[in-house]
């Protein structure tokens, strides 16, 4: 099943076209890897999905549903999470404090059960802070779940906006650039990650990374984007062997 | 009820204070003119707590607060005034009203500014408060009770201590448990970074929203309490330099910290209005030379609020 649908997607920014035409469908479960040179149009992209930009032309469907103009605050709502290239934590809040909001968008009581501390209020922060607990040792960062999320390193950042964004239960989740300043270790340790999360949240992973050997390991398939255009889409092997995407992006082989 | 229960210490507190206060009050002690200022204290702190939900918790800068503070105020001179109010019961829904009327202004007005951020932002509530002082200034046109610049005179002297330390509690407590919810993480979140707010799922139109019209109803209430507690009302009192008041008290209590909002309002009030009867009369003006050194050490020494000894 086609989880997510891009049909003509089409985004500019005075006279630049960042996204020109761009069509491409995620099926359910798989791991969409998204790649091109810088300024390629790739967070554009992820923008455009996740309804910061609205597009200039074109459509964008999840689950059958027309997602184009939904408001960008929605889309968690309706299963689609997302991370960012430069990592957006609240950073004076705690890593508990990172997570629990985005258990508790979903939680239903309202501001007078807050007042009078009903019940039903005491139950559901309860059940929100054993969810968060929950994320947050999965992720490894039980014993920083106090720390501001500023004080951790940066690979504990990163995991830390991983969590945050599978608080939200997606059904999909845009992942931008996780593997961005790590050694090849972390790398390694991330793709492990990002398996992981597939299979325990049972996930469709759309991911935008330089890291090849990250990408080419983890994806079902991949698109190759060059100038806000698509060039291909195929396997990892397919991507490997094509002329077109070596020249825009792999670079040739000297001889 | 878990409302009392949850707070008990606070509760204890405000009663230990309250005995306190009003045996100095009935005992002499405290002359009616600090008396006026012990009160004028607490509605102050009433009114910056607003202010800290909408800049120190939301982080949206306001330049327009005391705004606000007048609105709830006149009205509250004017119904009181033209209704022949005179005791606290029938006052008490007067307050309420004139929380709700500034809370409305403040819905109505922030949802075409609430979309603008910090700077921007800032410029628009100054216009407002602006507009709101003009208003002010020419409200005799409107109906000659309001007084226009002359003021508005007569309001009668409603406010006493014990209204205003339990309405104060009061809203404190409720303002506590705001924050504890999901509410109160939703506005921090959205101080910190919006559009990860709004990745996470959070309406933050709406909740910015909400802060503001809270904020602007704490506000009201202070407004409110403050024309019957002085019986007169001055459209001076209201323009940007009130406003400037409020932000100074919410940047040294520490922004999102009730407690120091609370401590900062005590210790502002009671540094102008102290240095006033400290100081011999032909030197007074030089109150303005000491509040802002004294300012400028506190922020030297406590940068993030007088309660917070390092960021964390």
């Not at chain 1, 985005?102 to 059960?113: C, D, E, G, L, P």
């Not at chain 1, 014993?143 to 945050?164: F, H, P, T, V």
Request: net charge neutral.
């Amino acid at each position: 099943m086609k989880i997510l649908e891009v049909m003509e997607l089409e985004k500019n920014f005075g006279g630049i076209k960042a996204v020109d035409n761009i069509s491409f469908f995620i099926e359910e479960g798989e791991v969409f890897g998204i790649i091109g040179p810088n300024g390629a149009g790739k967070t554009t992209l992820f923008n455009l999905i996740s309804g910061i930009y609205t597009p200039d032309k074109g459509k964008i469907f999840f689950k059958g549903k027309d997602i184009t103009d939904i408001p960008p605050y929605m889309l968690p709502h309706f299963g689609i999470s997302r991370t960012f290239q430069n990592m957006r934590l609240f950073g004076s809040l705690t890593v508990l404090e990172n997570i629990l909001p985005a258990i508790m968008v979903k939680n239903s009581y309202n501001i007078f059960q807050a007042i009078f501390r009903t019940g039903s209020y005491l139950d559901m922060e309860k059940d929100a802070y054993n969810r968060a607990c929950e994320l947050i040792e999965f992720f490894g960062l039980t014993e920083k779940m106090e720390y501001s999320a500023s004080s951790l390193s940066y690979g504990e950042q990163r995991r830390l906006e991983l969590a945050r964004a599978l608080a939200t239960e997606p059904t999909l989740i845009l992942i931008d650039e996780p593997g961005a300043g790590m050694n090849p270790k972390e790398i390694w340790d991330l793709a492990l990650m990002i398996k992981a999360i597939k299979e325990k949240f049972s996930l469709t992973i759309a991911i935008i990374e330089h890291q090849m050997n990250l990408i080419m390991n983890i994806s079902d398939r991949i698109m190759v984007m060059d100038f806000g255009e698509e060039i291909m889409t195929g396997t990892p092997q397919e991507v490997k062997k094509d002329k077109r995407v070596i020249e825009a992006y792999l670079g040739e082989e000297l001889d | 009820m878990r409302f009392f229960r949850e707070s008990k210490q606070f509760i204890i507190v405000m009663f230990i204070l309250y005995v306190v206060l009003k045996i100095l009050f009935i005992s002499g002690m405290a002359s009616p003119y600090i008396q006026q200022i012990i009160q004028y204290a607490i509605i102050i702190a009433l009114a910056s707590l607003g202010l800290n939900i909408i800049y120190g918790f939301t982080g949206q800068f306001s330049l327009g607060h005391a705004a606000f503070y007048g609105i709830g105020a006149y009205t509250s001179a004017y119904i009181t005034k033209m209704f022949g109010i005179d005791n606290i019961f029938s006052y008490i829904p007067v307050l309420m009203l004139c929380g709700i009327i500034s809370g409305l202004i403040g819905f109505l007005i922030g949802i075409p500014i609430l979309k603008l951020k910090d700077d921007f932002l800032a410029i628009a509530t100054l216009g407002f408060g602006t507009l709101v002082r003009v208003f002010f200034d020419n409200s005799d046109k409107i109906t000659d009770v309001l007084g226009g610049s002359r003021g508005f005179v007569g309001i009668p002297k409603i406010t006493n201590l014990d209204l205003v330390l339990v309405v104060f509690a009061f809203i404190v407590i409720i303002t506590r448990y705001m924050i504890k919810s999901r509410f109160g993480l939703f506005w921090r979140c959205i101080k910190e970074d919006e559009l990860a707010a709004t990745s996470i799922g959070i309406n933050t139109a709406n909740m910015k929203l909400m802060a503001f019209t809270y904020g602007c109803m704490l506000a009201g209430c202070g407004g409110a309490f403050y024309a019957n507690l002085y019986s007169f009302l001055h459209p001076s009192n209201f323009d940007i330099l009130r406003s400037i008041d409020f932000l100074i008290i919410v940047i040294i209590g520490g922004m999102g910290n009730i407690t120091g909002t609370i401590y900062a309002s005590i210790i502002w009030v009671g540094f102008i209005e102290g240095l006033r009867i400290v100081l011999p009369s032909e030197i007074m003006d030089l109150r303005w030379v000491v509040i802002p050194v004294l300012l400028i050490c506190i922020m030297m020494w406590r940068p993030y609020g007088i309660m917070v000894k390092k960021p964390r």
